[in-house]
């Protein structure tokens, strides 16, 4: 039987699976594919928090489904960063990341007509958990890049020591599990 974490979120419980980042780490893994009463509810316990703001911003994929329902309460467009480019993707700006659960550095991608969508505009980058922050700096340098405001950053958990960051908005703590 595999270790898990339990815990409540904008009044859904949950269980969530322990996997293995490391030798010394595991991690509780919040997969939001599937789960549409969290979706509903965290998204809007989620807008209650976040300031003014005219674009969702969201890196691919996992938080997808995050940043359209966010979308769709708040009546906002969102642009999705891609992890690769596209044919339709033109002139794409980028930059390198590489985050906990990846294990591996990756390109995150902006094509020219999401630039214009998010030029000038206040945006609010959202992601599913944000942990050691290499992928929300990694999404901030594409904004200032792509001459966008933060509005501000939010996600559904901040996990570990992110919890103590005074500059991302999230529901719940996350915590690591070391061995």
């Known amino acids: 039987m595999r270790d898990t974490y339990k815990l409540t979120i904008a009044g859904c419980e949950r269980e969530f699976k322990k996997f293995a980042v490391s030798d010394s780490l ?16 965290g998204c809007a316990e989620l807008l209650k928090r976040v300031p003014e703001f005219d674009v ?9 489904p995050i940043a359209y329902e966010m979308a769709r309460q708040s ?14 993707m033109g002139n794409p ?3 390198t990341v590489r985050s906990i659960t990846t294990q591996r550095e990756q390109n995150l991608y902006l094509g020219e007509d999401d630039v214009a969508a998010i030029k000038g505009k206040r945006v609010l980058i959202v992601d ?10 990694a999404v901030r340098k594409l904004m200032n890049e792509a001459g966008a405001i933060e509005a501000a950053a939010c996600a559904y958990f901040a996990e570990g020591d992110a919890a103590d960051r005074k ?5 719940e703590k996350l915590p690591l599990f070391f061995k």
């Open 75 to 88: 009546e906002k467009p969102y642009v999705v960063i891609r992890k690769g480019t596209k044919v339709y």
């Open 128 to 137: 599913d958990v944000i942990s050691t922050g290499e992928s929300l700096d």
């Open 56 to 64: 969702i911003v969201t890196p691919e994929a996992k938080s997808i």
């Open 93 to 95: 700006i980028s930059v």
């Open 26 to 41: 595991d991690i509780a893994a919040f997969i939001i594919f599937g789960d549409v009463e969290l979706t509903v509810k």
């Open 167 to 171: 500059d991302i908005i999230f529901l």
